[in-house]
């Protein structure tokens, strides 16, 4: 399955239309669209937006991993540590675009 289907899957099965997914991403329709008919893939800060919106791992998205979901029980201290930071860094750069 290519990122433009899962994409699409994952969307559907959430109730949600391509305008209110793309509302929720701060984003407009057109480029979902884009996305879903493999015409544009999106931004390493888009990517990993959408995949926090769907609670799957980035990796899945792209095809790179069978998983759909990470198994966290597996990560070690130090990475648990640096997945935070990461969260904490992208959740800093969605409310600098915001205001």
Known sequence: MEFGDKVKKLRV??????????????????????YESQMR??????????ALEFSVSVDW??????AKS?????????????????VEEFRGLNKTRRN
């Open 13 to 34: 099965d959430r109730g949600l239309t391509q305008t209110a997914f793309a509302q929720r991403l701060g984003m407009r329709k057109s480029i979902i669209s884009a």
């Open 41 to 50: 893939m999106p931004s390493l800060e888009m990517l990993i937006k959408i």
């Open 61 to 66: 998205l792209l095809g790179v991993e069978r």
């Open 70 to 86: 990470m198994d966290v029980t597996e990560l070690t201290d130090e990475q648990v540590i640096l997945l935070a930071g990461l």
